[in-house]
């Protein structure tokens, strides 16, 4: 079954203190692993799409990268508006042969300033 | 702002009362996902449309859901007989197949509480 894990549960950061979120999945066959931001009460907001073991992205203070078992979003000198939940998804594909995301729980970050 | 809105964005019901929400996905997307989530958690599938065709439904789907989607435009998420447990966020997510990058847009979701 596809699965995908998220640690920590929670992050507290200090203004500046760069820090990394860890997501570990197990899917049949990755079609693309996807970041998303939500704050709450909103719905997600991508971040980054990766699809192969190596590659990475960035974004500001964002940067995400892949192996072929984990993501890693590293956050560099994060701001209190870098403050969000921080979700990681796989797409997998469905029973009917098409694509849906799995979803781990999140890391909710917070950064004090 | 990604270009899907959902209507309304909170509802109130009581136990037993039909709701239905409304997803607008971004005009040329031919997809359009449905997603439950609840507090703590992230968001799990329901169902998803291919143009018009409900293509899956997720078993955590009950009878008492049904979702359409007349012409491939809009999409309706309609919940019968409410119960408490159906308390959660509605997140519609559309998204287009054969694009450069292939990453869904959600909307603001519809926050359904049961009483």
């Known amino acids: 079954e596809d699965q995908v894990t998220q640690s920590p549960e929670a992050l507290r950061l200090q203004e500046g203190e760069s820090s990394s979120l860890n997501c570990s999945y197990t899917?049949?066959?990755?079609?693309?692993l996807f970041w998303y931001r939500q704050d709450p009460g909103k719905g997600p907001e991508f971040l980054f799409t990766?699809?192969?073991a190596g590659e990475e992205k960035e974004k500001e203070r964002l940067k995400a990268t892949l192996t072929k078992k984990e993501s890693f979003l590293h956050i560099t000198a994060p701001k209190p508006e870098d403050s969000a939940t921080y979700l990681c998804?796989?797409?997998?594909?469905?029973?009917?042969?098409?694509?849906?995301?799995?979803f781990g729980k999140g890391t909710k970050l917070t950064v004090n300033p | 702002d990604t270009g899907v809105s959902q209507d309304p964005r909170h509802k109130i019901t009581k136990r037993g009362q039909n709701v239905t929400f409304r997803c607008d996905p971004i005009?040329?997307?031919?997809?359009l996902y449905w997603y439950r989530q609840t507090l703590g958690q992230g968001p799990e599938f329901l169902t998803y449309?291919?143009?018009?065709?409900?293509?899956?439904k997720s078993r955590l789907l009950s009878d008492r859901f049904s979702a359409e989607r007349p012409k491939g435009s809009f999409s309706t998420l309609e919940i019968q007989r409410t119960e408490q447990g159906d308390s959660a966020m509605y997140l519609c997510?559309?998204?287009?197949?054969?694009?450069?990058?292939?990453?869904?847009?959600f909307g603001p979701g519809t926050r359904l509480t049961v009483l």
């Open positions: 997510a559309s998204y287009q197949t054969g694009s450069f990058g292939s990453e869904q847009f």
């Open positions: 899917v049949s066959g990755l079609r693309g």
């Open positions: 449309f291919q143009n018009e065709a409900q293509l899956e």
């Open positions: 005009s040329e997307h031919n997809r």
């Open positions: 998804a796989v797409q997998a594909v469905t029973q009917g042969g098409s694509e849906k995301l799995v």
């Open positions: 990766l699809y192969s």
